[in-house]
């Protein structure tokens, strides 16, 4: 394969992110690095965060970059230095939610290149035949048992960062997205439909929990990134949890069903809530199962506040502040430090 050649069989290209627009033209204009033109499509390495200005502030730890921007979010491509490594990474933001996600997933892993050398300053540079999707997000800690009002242990609070083992979720931009109405987990589980669902399900390594009377389905995230996460964050000395995450679709459900959190907690070691990742995880299983792609995937994610804990950063609030700026730094550095483990540099 000559360099430059994409061989990427994804086809929704989409119209809401910077990059249609942007590959159709060349990759001119925009202060594009050569790099990245003559490569023709974006590196496997790849990071990806709600907050459109957290993709900027990922860029700006980036050399040779560019960063691109649209009224629906932005993209940042540029190369990663750590621990004597240079590996060239991309990031997008996603909105929140799993049904932007999910659009701003499909459209960016449309330009992934697969093949497996980047070229720049006259060297060769391997980032291997897999793609690596880390996610960046914030979360909430759980950790209130409401039975006996106690706080449970470890408690997960700011700053600390959750390293995603698991995923839950109500599902219905999964399951929209297979082709299934979100209310297929209401209908009994001798109904036709839901066999079928829970049977696709199945062959996304996915399964079906019930908790406290919530139908929820779950996946989970690849072992070799949480492998990844971990050795990153004891690295940098980051205090990093391991535990699973609820990808809720409001964001105060902890507000309106302490219960829920509670049997999340001790029932399935889920430490904290977010918004995204099980739509990341589904699709890395989707795109193995259908086209036949290597995508590992996970998440770190930097807890913000919980329930009870801190509460959340209060503006103007110096000490939030700091504590908010530290848990961010960490965050980033374990993040890229995670998909440098998945580097091979030609020597």
């Not at 897999?130 to 106690?150: A, D, E, Q």
């Not at 004891?234 to 302490?258: I, M, P, R």
């Not at 959190?261 to 699709?283: C, G, I, P, V």
Request: proline fraction near 5%; hydrophobic fraction near 35%; aromatic fraction near 8%.
């Amino acid at each position: 394969m000559v360099p430059g050649a994409i061989s990427n069989p994804i086809r929704f290209e989409g119209v809401h992110g910077p990059l249609p627009g942007l590959r159709a033209n060349g990759w001119k204009g925009n202060g594009v690095p050569s790099w990245i033109a003559k490569n023709g499509g974006c590196p496997p390495l790849i990071l990806n965060c709600g907050d459109p200005e957290r993709v900027v502030k990922i860029g700006e730890l980036l050399e040779d970059r560019a960063i691109l921007s649209t009224g629906r979010g932005n993209v940042a491509i540029g190369i990663a230095k750590c621990n004597g490594k240079k590996f060239p990474i991309m990031a997008f933001s996603t909105g929140m939610g799993e049904a932007s996600a999910e659009i701003m997933a499909k459209e960016t892993l449309a330009h992934v290149s697969l093949e497996p050398k980047y070229y720049f300053d006259s060297k060769e540079l391997y980032t291997g035949n897999r793609i690596v999707l880390i996610r960046l997000g914030t979360c909430g800690g759980c950790n209130y048992s409401h039975k006996s009002g106690k706080i449970l242990e470890p408690v997960v609070d700011r700053p600390a960062l959750i390293n995603a083992t698991n995923n839950l979720t109500t599902g219905g931009t999964i399951m929209e997205s297979m082709g299934y109405p979100p209310s297929v987990l209401g209908m009994s589980k001798n109904h036709s439909l839901r066999k079928q669902f829970e049977t696709d399900w199945a062959a996304y390594d996915g399964n079906v929990v019930k908790v406290n009377g919530w139908p929820l389905i779950e996946n989970r995230n690849s072992y070799s990134v949480r492998e990844a996460i971990t050795e990153a964050a004891e690295e940098f000395g980051v205090v990093c949890y391991q535990g699973g995450t609820l990808s809720k679709a409001s964001l105060n459900l902890e507000q309106s069903s302490g219960r829920l959190f509670e049997h999340l907690r001790k029932k399935h070691d889920n430490k904290a809530s977010e918004m995204e990742q099980a739509t990341m995880a589904y699709l890395a299983k989707k795109y193995k199962y259908e086209y036949g792609l290597a995508i590992k995937t996970g998440m770190v994610a930097l807890v913000v506040g919980a329930l009870p804990g801190t509460g959340y950063p209060e503006a103007g609030n110096i000490k939030h502040e700091e504590q908010m700026a530290s848990g961010m730094e960490n965050m980033l550095k374990v993040a890229i430090a995670a998909l440098g483990k998945f580097v091979a540099q030609d020597k």
